[in-house]
């Protein structure tokens, strides 16, 4: 007996661990380690020109698990991306048909216990080596109420044309602090209002964890009050690390993939990811998203303050990640670098001269 309505799930990948091949269906989140004779037929049923696949014990179990699905079954999307970048976005989706529906009270009873066992968990920040620890002045919010919210929004623009020019330390120090310190002071009223246990921290910019898993590393370039170099803020302490490692115009254009509209910058911030802050409420690949979503909405708050400190900004998510898991003594860890934002003083222009000349 055959069975010709069967077809390979193309939400399913797979790898090799400990001599054993698993399958991973990226919508349920399933694992599954297959003998050779249910890879072989997942083989089959990915040719097309195959044969009509038997009727046997392979197929029914391969259909249970899901890694075969029958023709009338939902088609794949429509995908232009490569396969990389399709299995990121299948495994990052959440399906109703996997999440069963949740009353009040458990949604509640699910929150309180995650709060309580969070706060057991929480892994202290990551600090590179370091070579010296460095006190900054009490931060100055005041320069920020001199633009509006409008302006400042309507006035951030990308400027790819900066001038060697140096900014205060003073504004930076105050622009760490406003991204990344707690402005809303260290304890978070409305739990402690309810005895509930305190296990986040809030800042300008909220956090998929409500733990804060993003950190800045200041690249100083030219800037006043400070030795060119890379440093770890402490956004607890409000001090800066002195790394190891510098950076000059030359090395932070290649570290940034050559993107030579670099050169000049007064400073910069690299807003790094730890995974083990996200880990601590979601394993998956969905807190894999949230960490760039979390980046992201910090990287926002970064480019609208430096704005209203009449600064220049440029962003960039494009970087060597080798070369900066070197620089910022990260590599190895389970921090990354997701967003690199420059700082200084330009002539406001997004397109680069060089660009300009290369077109005339």
């Keep these: 007996m055959t069975n010709s309505k069967l077809q390979y799930n193309r939400n399913a990948f797979y790898y090799l661990k400990d001599g054993k091949v698993i399958a991973c269906n990226t919508l349920s989140q399933e694992y599954y380690e297959l003998e050779e004779d249910y890879f072989r037929r997942l083989l089959t049923a990915s040719n097309n020109n195959s044969h009509p696949l038997p009727n046997d014990n392979i197929n029914k179990e391969l259909l249970e698990g899901g890694l075969l699905l029958e023709d009338k079954s939902e088609p794949s999307i429509s995908w232009e991306g490569d396969p990389i970048s399709f299995f990121c976005h299948q495994g990052t989706r959440i399906l109703s048909q996997y999440t069963p529906k949740l009353s009040d009270e458990e949604v509640c009873s699910d929150f309180i216990s995650l709060s309580s066992s969070s706060a057991k968990e929480i892994p202290a920040r990551y600090i590179p080596e370091y070579s010296e620890r460095i006190p900054l002045q009490e931060p100055n919010l005041d320069y920020f109420n001199d633009s509006s919210l409008y302006n400042a929004a309507k006035n951030r623009k990308t400027c790819r044309n900066f001038e060697n020019k140096s900014v205060k330390i003073d504004l930076l120090n105050s622009l760490l602090y406003f991204c990344f310190g707690p402005i809303h002071g260290k304890l978070w009223e409305d739990f402690e209002q309810y005895n509930i246990p305190s296990y986040g921290l809030r800042r300008s910019s909220p956090s998929a964890t409500g733990l804060q898993g993003c ?14 170099g890379i440093y770890y803020y402490s956004s607890d302490e409000h001090y800066l690390y002195r790394l190891k490692n510098t950076l000059d115009d030359e090395s932070l254009i290649y570290t940034t993939n050559d993107q030579f509209w670099a050169k000049n910058l007064s400073a910069g911030i690299f ?27 910090i990287s926002q708050t970064i480019l609208l303050a430096a704005t209203a400190l009449k600064l220049q900004t440029w962003l960039t998510g494009t970087f060597r990640d080798d070369v900066v898991d070197n620089l910022l003594q990260i590599k190895g860890s389970p921090c990354f670098a997701s967003v690199f934002v420059g700082l200084g003083y330009g002539d406001n222009g997004s397109i680069p001269k060089k660009f300009i000349e290369t077109i005339r």
């Design 215 to 228: 950190d800045a590393y200041l690249v100083a370039l030219n800037v006043e009050g400070l030795e060119k």
């Design 271 to 297: 807003i790094v990811n730890d995974m083990r802050r996200t880990w601590v409420k979601d394993k998956k690949a969905r807190g894999y998203l949230a960490a760039y979503l979390e980046a992201g909405h």
